[in-house]
């Protein structure tokens, strides 16, 4: 029984020495785990490395919790594999293989596997990995004025934020004013927010602005106008430009004028 042992420990001792020589002899080098700017494209590298000449690579390969993106052959010959929504393409070079992302979503992100980069060649195989954690992100925003009260849309958001609006100075969210909020996320975990408020109050226009829910800074805002009231504005500006040309002649702009404009837009933004 002790022999039995004896040479089973040998044996282990061997496979074990066998490995690790395997490994030093090839050995590869990934990009380090990578912050992900939204919109921006995101190269992540595997390079190959052996303290042997003559390295002859068998196999090489990017994947993904057993999704593969590509691979490339004993001939250098790469095969993409589009069973997957991400938007990327490889390229293979002397002994490097790159994986590029034209833009990472977020199921690509943070909270999913790690990207793995394996090798089989003539003087062993080998892997190593790398993430990638895509940035807070808000792709697109649009204010629009629709049934008689303000409505904003934020697009491609990431990981997710609360809608606040804003008149002038006032923090209309942390009023009485109601404001209905709802969000969709689609296919890729790109969440859409669409908010419009009950109300509307009179004055210039209102800022809809998204809040992060993970480090409380804005990430996007627009303004959000009542095109009747821009109409108004407009038409007072253009007589006020006729009360200049009658009253002081053209291209004078005293203080009597100066007045004049200011009422006007007063009025306009007050009695619309």
């Known amino acids: 029984m002790t022999m039995q042992y004896t040479a089973l420990h040998k044996l282990l001792w061997l496979l074990n ?3 690790l020589t395997t490994q030093e002899l090839v050995k590869l080098r ?3 785990r990578i912050i992900a700017e939204c919109g921006k494209q995101v190269t992540l590298n ?3 490395s052996s303290s042997r000449n003559g390295l002859s690579i068998k196999h090489m390969e990017w994947f ?5 993106f590509c691979s490339v052959d004993s001939e250098g ?5 589009r069973h997957t929504q991400s938007d990327f393409h490889c390229e293979y070079r002397h002994g490097q293989l790159s ?7 977020p199921l690509e992100s943070r909270n999913s596997k790690p990207y793995v980069c394996k090798l089989q060649s003539n003087n062993g195989a080998s892997h190593a990995k790398t993430s990638v954690e895509l940035q807070e992100c808000c792709w697109l925003v649009e204010g629009v004025w629709t049934n008689d009260r303000p409505t904003c849309t934020f697009k491609n958001v990431y990981p997710d934020g609360d809608v606040h609006w804003f008149h002038g100075s006032r923090n209309l969210s942390d009023e009485s004013v ?9 296919e890729g975990g790109w969440l859409t927010i669409h908010s419009y408020l009950e109300q509307n ?4 226009p209102y800022n809809c602005s998204l809040k992060s829910t993970t480090s409380g800074r804005y990430i996007a805002s627009t303004l959000v106008e009542n095109p009747k009231l821009a109409r108004v504005i407009v038409k007072a500006q253009e007589q006020a430009d006729q009360f200049r040309f009658q009253f002081n002649g053209v291209g004078s702009q005293g203080p009597m004028f100066t007045f004049f404009v200011c009422i006007l837009i007063f009025l306009a933004v007050t009695l619309k």
């Open 30 to 32: 990934v990009s380090p």
């Open 201 to 204: 109050l009179s004055g210039g």
């Open 46 to 48: 595997c390079n190959v």
């Open 64 to 68: 993904q919790n057993h999704t593969s």
């Open 178 to 186: 109601k404001h209905h909020t709802t969000k969709h996320v689609d």
């Open 17 to 19: 020495a066998l490995i």
């Open 99 to 105: 994986l590029i992302f034209r833009r990472v979503q």
């Open 77 to 81: 010959k790469i095969t993409n594999h």
